[in-house]
């Protein structure tokens, strides 16, 4: 039998900091990747991410860089924004997180307020790492309020305790109607129990880049963690928006948190494209756009830690990359497509059969993790059925299976990736975000878009405010320029 020569054979092992991509499973040759490289040089990629790195303004439309990098820049390395290294200024916010840590005892409850960026970052991190066996936990209940919804406030109050909560409040503007409507009512809920003014304040922290309007709020300066401009909120975890964290878990362990994914960036930034897991990753997802016009794709992390991981991974991607228009607000032919997932093996009882016998093509992460995530004595056991399903369902998604009965055949070509972590830490779990945090740049260049703004969100907002006077004030509403006639009966039904 004659074997293909290994020139048509393409590489598809990579590695850095013994985490493996594995992407046989992708169906792309030899030359088609060659032609992938090709257009990422055209597009400029390798500059792209040298300017990311050096703070040059890569979100364009607002002038400003995306140095979320250099909050996990542990080497201090200087990184200069307007001529003035940022690293001292990261560091002071290290120094009084870690001195924090070191502050409070007695604390039973800390609730965290924000929303998007401000909640999905801390919020994965503190429910993957609370699985890592033996990880120190310094025993309090960390809270997460996002949702203007009461129902969420008020899970979260009846388990609190008030005379021994701390409370986050968590803005990049500090304007956020979600974050600061739940604040006021967390406060009212502090002093209708009985705290003093003073003890209110001496409860209340906040971690935002508009210190005045903090201060405003009633937040001692003390108490108030900065971050910048050139931290975009989906980016933000790295910063003092993961003080949470360090508080259940320790500052050595946030520390460890931020070198994995510092040595991310570190491979991001100096291996070449061929070898590069971030762009590897990115042109994959290229290559289905281009082939099989592909309108979505999944994330399934076979870690029942990591099962937060694809809705942060939402935010990241179509948030960044959900757009249009291109930088030169050109129209673009393709852009971030639709991101879902669930923990593995739970997804292969939900909608893996649209995976493996639906009309479009779906691509697929698979994520695994070498080491089992107890010490339980049946956790190798489970394990190695939990991997053999992962491996299994990456298999038949590729090779399919041909029967006389239509509705038993599996057409199979169903591309995937493999991503191997050896085991689920916090090192790992850095190296993880920060992994995809750049696949998204990368794809962002890719597509000609500007991965570092959200001008999407906004629209909403504003016209939020005059349903809400109109809600609140009742009766009969008519169309205006505000409110087109659909929306104005449907006020009316909630007004009726």
């Not at 792309?28 to 990311?52: G, N």
């Not at 001292?88 to 997180?97: S, T």
């Not at 409040?169 to 006021?184: C, D, G, P, Q, Y």
Request: aromatic share 8%.
């Amino acid at each position: 039998m004659s074997s293909k020569p290994a020139a048509d054979n393409p590489k598809t092992l990579f590695s850095t900091q013994d985490i493996v991509l594995d992407s046989g499973y992708q169906g792309i040759d030899a030359a088609s990747w060659k032609s992938l490289f090709k257009q990422a040089k055209e597009a400029h990629l390798e500059q792209f991410i040298a300017d990311l790195f050096a703070g040059k303004p890569v979100n364009n439309s607002e002038n400003r860089p995306a140095i979320h990098s250099a909050l996990r820049n542990l080497d201090r390395t200087p990184v200069l924004v307007n001529g003035k290294d940022v690293m001292p200024d990261v560091a002071q916010v290290w120094h009084r997180i870690e001195a924090l840590c070191n502050k409070w005892v007695g604390v039973t409850d800390v609730i965290h307020i924000g929303i998007g960026g401000s909640d999905f970052g801390p919020r994965l991190a503190i429910e993957a790492l609370a699985h890592v066996p033996d990880i120190e936990s310094r025993g309090m209940r960390m809270h997460f309020l996002a949702n203007i919804d009461t129902a969420e406030l008020n899970r979260i109050l009846q388990r609190a305790l008030p005379h021994s909560t701390k409370v986050i409040i968590v803005s990049k503007s500090f304007t956020t109607l979600e974050t600061t409507m739940n604040a006021r009512a967390v406060v009212k809920w502090l002093k209708n129990n009985g705290l003093t003014d003073s003890q209110v304040s001496k409860s209340l922290f906040a971690v935002t880049a508009n210190v005045p309007a903090a201060e405003a709020f009633g937040i001692d300066q003390d108490h108030i963690y900065p971050f910048w401009d050139w931290v975009g909120g989906r980016y933000s975890v790295w910063s003092a928006v993961g003080l949470p964290i360090a508080l259940q878990y320790g500052f050595d362990t946030f520390k460890k948190f931020l070198a994995g994914a510092q040595a991310m960036d570190q491979h991001f930034k100096s291996a070449p494209l061929e070898d590069n897991i971030p762009v590897i990753m990115a042109l994959s997802l290229l290559y289905q756009q281009e082939k099989h016009n592909i309108k979505s794709y999944a994330v399934i992390p076979y870690a029942d830690a990591l099962d937060w991981f694809p809705k942060w991974l939402q935010q990241l991607d179509m948030e960044s990359n959900g757009k249009s228009v291109d930088r030169d607000g050109k129209p673009v032919k393709f852009s971030c497509p639709v991101v879902f997932g669930s923990s593995g093996s739970n997804a292969q009882h939900s909608y893996f059969q649209l995976l493996h016998q639906g009309t479009e093509i779906i691509p697929i992460d698979f994520i695994a993790v070498r080491e089992p995530m107890s010490h339980l004595p049946e956790a190798k056991e489970h394990h190695r059925i939990l991997l053999s399903n992962c491996l299994a369902q990456a298999q038949a998604l590729a090779n399919g299976k041909k029967t006389d009965n239509p509705n038993n055949t599996y057409p199979g070509k169903r591309p995937s990736n493999l991503l191997i972590l050896p085991k689920l830490n916090a090192f790992y779990l850095g190296a993880l975000l920060a992994l995809y945090e750049n696949r998204t740049a990368a794809l962002g260049a890719l597509w000609n878009i500007n991965s570092f703004d959200q001008p999407g969100v906004e629209l909403g907002k504003v016209l939020a405010k005059p349903i809400e006077a109109a809600l609140k004030n009742g009766g009969s509403v008519h169309a205006d320029s505000g409110i087109d006639e659909v929306t104005a009966a449907r006020i009316n039904l909630f007004n009726q």
